[in-house]
């Protein structure tokens, strides 16, 4: 007899052919799923490379465990028996498998089922997104509401949150954030600089680089910026942390216990943004007016005390009240976004990465919408 034999990490495969045209398929060893197992490719080789057999028969006396990886060999190999017309002999195979077997192919697979994909019209595709939106926005809604409670009940003392949780927010959210806030908005404050500069001084006006950077700063770039930095530290550490909490069914157990998960863990975080962002964005604005008046003094070899002069006649109160309303609005929905992801994310160690990303998204457009809508409001109101 001439016999082929392949082996792999788990099973071994030979193919011997008898004298009688029947070609013997030897099982042996563990048949495992996880590792690489022998293909039926095998033995397709070998029935090309000769006369084709009548009979096909298998030999599993040397067979130690086998799982799904073996069932998955064996209905190939039936499969390529009967398109090359091969009788197959199977009652050499343990009982169990020989009827998983004929279980497999009780219900044969229907032709081309693996090749089409279900095609879905546009309309519907339509409607599954609004949905998808329209429940958002419901679960946003509920969540927003119960958050005013807890703000409620915090107004009258009676909400059920560690201060010491108060207080770490607030240092994650103010001192812990002034260098970023300190890189960016001097370098914001510097870009605007240079954008007025190289138009202002071809008509003479450099000194008006004062008025555009101290403008620019305390009525929109001071906000903005100071809220896109805390939607991608803040806002996402919040997502994360939530969403961790969620995993590990922390949140479950406060619920049991009687505890509003709303009051304990959202209601320090949101507060904590709401009452810093107003500070970071006064501090944003001034940072940025000296990246300005770094410019106007190094570049445009401006005065600094007529720059700075210019600057403090520029700046009305209302253009800085301003300011601080966007960004305690900021700061409100940053918070908002960050724990609603974490509240949503689900069970799994990617679904933690997922309310992440999705809070720093939420966040950022939410916060661009609300920056519109206070253009809009002030224009209406001639501020």
Known sequence: MNGVQVTSEQGKVSFDRTEDNTLMVRLSGPWRLGKDIPSTVLLTQVLDAGSAPQRLSFDTAQLTHWDSGLLAFLTQASEICRARGI?????????GLRRLLELAEAVPEKKGARSKVARISFFERAGNVTLGYGLSVGEFLAFLGELSIAFGKFFRGKARY??????EAIQQCGANAVGIVTLISFLVGVILAFMGAVQLSQFGAAIYVADLVGIGMVREMGAMMTAIIMSGRTGAAFAAKLGTMKVTQEIDALTTMGISPLEFLVLPRVLALVLMMPLLCLYADFVGILGGAFVGVSMLELAARSYFQETISTLTFTN????????????????????????????????????????????????????????????????
Do not use: H, W
Not at 87 to 95: A, F, G, Q, Y
Not at 162 to 167: F, I, N, S
Not at 344 to 354: I, K, L, M, N, P
């Open 87 to 95: 009788v197959e002999d199977r009652t050499s195979l343990p009982v």
């Open 320 to 383: 800085l009240l301003g300011g601080l309303v966007k960004a305690t609005v900021y700061g409100a929905l940053i918070g908002v976004a960050g724990c609603l992801r974490g509240f949503q994310c689900g069970t799994s160690s990617s679904a933690v990465g997922d309310a992440t990303t999705q809070a720093v998204v939420t966040s950022i457009v939410m916060v661009v919408v609300a920056c519109g809508i206070f253009a809009v409001v002030f224009n209406v109101l001639k501020i």
């Open 162 to 167: 560690r201060k010491v949780d108060l207080l």
